[in-house]
């Protein structure tokens, strides 16, 4: 290679890579909706495989009516969700402001069915400060119900780019449906890897992307329904609210809606509430705790091959850098970093 072809091949490289950067940066404001359009490609591109069969090979149309199925099944159902949850939040803060619902009394009543050997100890060790964790609690719920509720207005406020980014994601979606499988092939061409190389991660990124969201989604929505249903079943205020933070929470592997039911159920046990505290630990134990123990392994663990311990710590962080779309993001980046490093040292037989 003469030096004339060399210069040429570092300058095509170099505008390669800055029209690159540029046509990311002017899709990131829109990344959410790229992100998810490609997601729901790939998730629903066996459903556009099958329909173009039955539809004799009218592609337009199998992807038109895939995006349909999109919008009944994942987000009409979210929106409703989001609308009554806006809704609970408002009238806790309501609750909280006319002072039907004090989380400090639930404290007071907590620290006076203490034991009282449990009383010197926490006093032995300078823990018994509850005046501070009951106003703390109080504030802090405050300024929950008050976020809740406050989002009914800035939803109305950020309504048309929330639409502008949900048309772009469903626009992009019915052209990634109809075309999928050429820009896939042309982005497995582009890669500079071997193919020995290639499919492998594009398989695994692909598996990982179908497992993490359609079983996080899974169990996200059967442990906050089965919450929410106790919650409801209990009597505890706000049923519906608390199924969503259950729900949400559930993303989180092993420690998950936990967060919520433990504390609930203590109090309910501290406060005279014995049967209601059973019936909580029962159901969450033996219910909901089987959710999390044989579904999200059966459903995410089992195909992305990953360990518990690399999904969470990968989940906790994407979400801390990138907010929701985390829970996706996390474990995608560290399957595609397993999986590249076992090509470069594969295991040993």
């Known amino acids: 290679m003469n ?3 060399l210069m040429h091949d570092k300058n095509f490289h170099a505008l390669l890579a800055l029209v690159s950067v540029a046509f990311g940066w002017v899709l990131w404001p829109f990344w959410g909706a790229v992100f998810w359009g490609t997601v729901l490609a790939i998730l629903f591109s066996p459903v556009q495989r099958r329909l173009v069969v039955r539809l004799r090979g009218r592609r337009n149309l199998a992807a038109l009516l895939t995006v349909l199925l999109v919008l009944l099944v994942a987000i009409l159902p979210l929106a409703f969700i989001a609308g009554s949850l806006v809704n609970e939040g408002a009238l806790l803060y309501q609750s909280l402001r006319s002072g039907s619902l004090d989380f400090g009394a639930y404290v007071q009543q907590v620290q006076a069915a203490l034991p009282g050997w449990l009383h010197d100890v926490l006093a032995h060790f300078d823990l018994y400060n509850l ?25 109305g406020q950020d309504t048309f780019q929330f639409v502008i980014n949900l048309g772009i994601m469903l626009y992009l979606l019915f052209f990634l449906l109809r075309d999928g499988p050429g820009l896939s092939r042309r982005m497995l061409r582009a890669i500079p890897l071997s193919d020995e190389h290639k499919e492998p991660l594009m398989q695994k990124f692909t598996t990982v992307v179908r497992a993490t969201v359609k079983g996080n989604v899974a169990v ?8 929410g249903f106790i919650f409801w079943a209990l009597g505890i205020q706000g049923a519906l609210l608390w199924g969503v933070v259950m729900g949400f929470l559930s993303l989180l592997p ?3 809606s ?4 433990v504390p609930v159920a203590v109090y309910f046990l501290l406060t005279g509430a014995l049967w209601q505290g059973i019936v909580l630990v029962l159901f969450c134990v033996l219910i909901i705790g089987m ?15 990953l360990p518990d311990y690399v999904i969470l710590i990968s989940t906790l962080g994407g979400m801390a850098l990138v907010g929701l779309n985390g829970f996706v993001i996390g474990p995608l980046v560290a399957a595609l970093f397993m999986a590249a490093w076992d090509l470069f040292s594969p295991h040993e037989d």
Do not use: C, H
């Not at 996200?220 to 919450?227: H, I």
């Not at 959710?291 to 091959?305: A, C, I, Q, S, Y």
């Open 3 to 5: 030096r004339s072809t």
């Open 131 to 155: 005046d501070s964790l009951r106003n703390k609690l109080s504030q802090g719920a405050m300024q929950a119900s008050r976020f809740l509720a406050t989002k009914a207005f800035s939803i």
């Open 220 to 227: 996200a929505a059967a442990q906050g329904v089965l919450g």
């Open 254 to 256: 092993a420690v998950g």
């Open 258 to 261: 936990a967060l919520v039911w």
């Open 291 to 305: 959710v999390d123990n044989f579904l999200r392994p059966l459903l995410v663990g089992k195909e992305t091959k």
